[in-house]
């Protein structure tokens, strides 16, 4: 049981639909909250991630953990998003700085059209190659054919602050059509460290459909992803399939009926990637 329990908040980031988006709790002061007490509360919420706060050294600068419902994950782009905003609702736009536990990830508020925007410049990525055979068992524990692939966009494994495995759909039907076995993906991506399997389709140069399957976190889908956007733009531009400044927008959400837009940005001489994305309270009615 948890004794003076804090406070709660509930945001939809990557849209500024309350019903849309990926929701994500957002505690603003958890001090005095262990691991295991974190880890009840984003379990009893039931979000793919809840974001943890302490104070930092400045006074717009904090600490943040991530909780999925079953554990703790090193950053989760969509619930910076979502706690920058929740911030910037009680302090005001502007710069904050969040130490994580992948390392520093500065965040910009600001005013969009429609509703704040945050923008966060991820720790620097990388991409690595992956064994065909891995390829394989991803494949077929998603119930896929190889032949489903986009063979112009090859399998790699994309960090951003987190791992992700990316493979690429040919058509927007494969990826729609999204059934697999959780236990089963839950083993893979675990043995190999991986956080979402990043499944994406190729609209246009700039443009791209995603789903995130997250069945290590105990959710079968992440609704919209910002740490696997991050990755997502650091493996383009290492397959040179992008410019050397860029900036790509990704659909998700869409197939679960939370749709969501994430904006990548990459800028020529800087390895870091920027995600940005609006986001808005969940009023109480609002499941």
Do not use: K
């Not at 997250?214 to 383009?236: H, I, Q, S």
């Not at 410019?243 to 001489?269: F, I, S, W, Y």
């Amino acid at each position: 049981m948890i004794n003076n329990a804090p406070e709660v908040l509930r945001y939809a980031a990557f849209t500024t639909d309350p019903a849309g988006g990926n929701p994500a709790g957002v505690v603003l002061d958890a001090t005095g909250l262990d691991a295991a007490a974190q880890l009840a509360i984003a379990a009893g919420l039931g979000y793919s991630e809840t974001a943890f706060l302490t104070p930092g050294p400045t006074e717009r600068s904090f600490a943040v953990r991530y909780f999925s419902p079953l554990a703790e994950v090193p950053f989760c782009g969509h619930a910076t998003v979502a706690t920058a905003v929740a911030l910037a609702d009680r302090i005001g736009p502007g710069e904050l700085l969040f130490q994580t536990g992948a390392g520093p990830v500065p965040v910009s508020v600001t005013a969009g059209p429609d509703a704040l925007e945050a923008t966060l410049t991820s720790v620097e990525p990388h991409v690595l190659p992956i064994p065909q055979a891995d390829v394989a068992e991803a494949l077929t524990l998603l119930g896929w054919a190889a032949a489903d692939l986009d063979p112009s966009l090859p399998a790699r494994i994309a960090y951003a602050g987190a791992r992700h495995l990316v493979l690429a759909a040919a058509t927007r039907e494969r990826l729609a059509d999204l059934a697999y076995d959780f236990d089963g993906l839950a083993r893979f991506m675990t043995d190999r460290d991986l956080t979402t399997l990043q499944l994406v389709w190729r609209e246009s140069v700039g443009v791209f459909h995603v789903r995130n399957p997250f069945p290590v976190g105990g959710v079968v889908e992440d609704p919209a992803t910002g740490a696997a956007a991050a990755a997502f733009g650091a493996y383009l531009r290492t397959l040179g399939e992008t410019t050397p400044d860029a900036v790509l927008t990704l659909h998700q959400g869409h197939d679960l009926g939370r749709p969501g837009r994430l904006r990548v940005e990459l800028r020529a001489g800087d390895a870091r990637v920027r995600v940005t994305g609006a986001a808005v309270a969940i009023p109480a009615d609002v499941a």
